[in-house]
């Protein structure tokens, strides 16, 4: 599902974010990557989404080779890949629903079929009820859990997370990762970029460590 081959970033002014890094995830497969603050955890994300392009190396995801990708194309290779951010990145001014819904709009969806996808996601983060408040008035685990809901919604294939628990207290990031585990277990491709080592080794799940841009393991803890 996501094949990273001898993949090097870098940098204008020759900074090396990512070193010949080389891994493959498979189809509904969940696993962490980790590494220190800087290590490339974020830019080895934003490939996925070619947010950037490899400097060196061949990047396959969903069967498309993002070094060929047309940018007429990314806009369709994004629809098939949901992300959730650290800090939510959620429109403040409007409802849960609406911040649900956003990437529906953009595909063009029905507002009926739009409506259902948005409840049905809204449901499955445990967030019944909440559609017309605002993301002001939940907490910052709640908001997670609307950012989790937007970046599914679509039911996308692959799901991408960066930092997701970082602003939370251990029993809400216990719960946060089980949502992830979830999805993964109905055949979403899961691939979460984390600190919490702790939290990493309870999930059980492969472990890519990055140090200074290198891919210095890749292990399964899986028994």
Do not use: C, W
């Amino acid at each position: 599902m996501i094949n990273f081959d001898n993949v090097s970033m870098r940098y204008e002014g020759g900074r090396e974010a990512l070193s010949q890094v080389s891994f493959e995830l498979q189809r509904s497969e969940m696993a962490f990557l980790t590494g220190h603050s800087g290590a490339g955890k974020s830019t080895l994300l934003k490939l996925i989404i070619v947010m950037e392009r490899a400097s060196q190396g061949q990047l396959i995801v969903d069967g498309q080779n993002l070094n060929r990708l047309k940018a007429g194309r990314i806009p369709q290779l994004r629809r098939n890949i949901g992300v959730v951010f650290q800090n939510h990145q959620l429109l403040f001014d409007r409802t849960v629903f609406d911040n649900v819904a956003l990437p529906l709009v953009i595909s063009g969806y029905h507002p009926r079929e739009a409506g259902r996808r948005v409840r049905a996601a809204l449901a499955k983060v445990g967030l019944q009820g909440k559609e017309k408040q605002y993301p002001i008035a939940l907490s910052g685990g709640e908001q997670q859990r609307v950012g989790i809901a937007r970046a599914v919604v679509n039911k996308p294939p692959i799901l991408l997370a960066d930092e997701p628990t970082g602003n939370l207290d251990p029993e809400l990031s216990r719960e946060i990762m089980d949502l992830f585990q979830q999805f993964n277990h109905v055949g979403v491709t899961v691939l979460i970029a984390s600190h919490d080592l702790f939290l990493i080794e309870l999930m059980g799940h492969r472990v890519l460590k990055l140090n200074h841009g290198r891919l210095e393991t890749s292990r399964s803890d899986e028994t």
